[in-house]
């Protein structure tokens, strides 16, 4: 199968944990955004680990996945070598000890990267663009702090990954600029997967879906009162971005109802 004839995604209902049926067949195209909400333990990461597997009814939820309508076979699609699925994950565990640099060097010429070094450095400059606090091409993947890493991921993702499909399992590291990743991430035409707990990230969606008990409870399409919540959520959360920042480099927060509160020094 070719990557780029990857048009839609259609994951058919499984079970939840109590064996109920989960009565729902969902289909994604190229260009959708879905998120992901629900309470802690509810199934969001074992949703987008089905997909990532191409479950074919032989997960603990039963769910199958279909390419274009049609059931994939997860060893066809793997002996071709391409990556379907692109996920960042919860975890993240560099296992090798080489510079961020290298790292990149590698993945580059792994995907044969017609310019390695431009893209190399591209990256490194999307993920200091992204992380709060920067850091160089020579330093090691495992000295750098989780905002770091998880900014080096994000931007590797999103310039060296073919994958028609991508999956973002939380991204709320303080130390990484949430919104401007995904909008990284999210290229026009990919279909985009994100488990949240954040509404900012929970609002960009075309619509969401909700988990109860390890399955699909609902699906929820954001209507127009909502799009103008998600601009006003997205303010305040700018607001707490600022006072995040005066107290993580070393200010005193002058923040409050009383408007003599509002200056600054
Ligand atoms: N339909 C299901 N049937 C059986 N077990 C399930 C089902 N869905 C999820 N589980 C299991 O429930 C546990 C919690 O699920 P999961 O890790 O997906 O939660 P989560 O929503 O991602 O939570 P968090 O918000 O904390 O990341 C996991 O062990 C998972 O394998
Ligand atoms: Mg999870």
Redesign the pocket.
């Known amino acids: 199968m070719e990557l780029a004839n990857v048009r839609s995604l259609t994951i058919t209902g499984?079970?939840?944990?109590y064996g109920r049926a989960e009565d729902q067949t969902l289909t994604c195209r190229a260009g959708d955004i879905t998120c992901i909400v629900?309470?802690?333990?509810?199934?969001?990461?074992?949703?987008l680990a089905d997909i990532e597997s191409l479950a074919q009814g032989d997960t603990?939820?039963g769910r199958r996945v279909l390419i274009n309508g049609s059931p994939v076979d997860p060893s066809v699609v793997r002996a071709t070598g391409q990556k379907l699925v692109a996920q960042l994950s919860?975890q993240m565990n560099f296992i090798v000890d080489l510079s961020a640099e290298e790292f990149l060097m590698l993945h580059a010429e792994s995907r044969i990267s017609p310019d390695p070094d431009g893209i190399v450095r591209a990256i490194l400059a999307a993920a200091n663009d992204l992380s709060g606090e920067k850091f160089t091409g020579n330093v090691s993947v495992t000295q750098l702090s989780g905002g770091q890493s998880r900014a080096l991921m994000i931007a590797d993702t999103a310039l060296l990954s073919p994958s028609p499909i991508v999956l973002i399992?939380?991204i709320e590291n303080a130390g990484v600029d949430r919104r401007r990743a995904l909008e990284l991430l999210v290229q026009k035409e990919k279909i985009t997967f994100i488990?949240t707990?954040d509404p900012v990230l929970a609002l960009m969606g075309s619509r969401r879906l909700w988990?109860r008990d390890?399955?699909i409870a609902g699906i929820i399409v954001p209507d127009e009162n909502e799009r103008e919540s998600a601009a006003y959520v997205r303010e305040i959360d700018e607001q707490w971005a600022r006072w995040r920042e005066t107290i993580r480099t070393g200010g005193l927060l002058h923040a409050g109802p009383d408007p003599d509160l509002h200056h600054t020094d």
């Open positions: 499984g079970r939840n944990k629900g309470p802690t333990g509810s199934g969001k990461s074992r949703f603990v939820t919860q399992d939380e488990a707990h988990f390890g399955g």
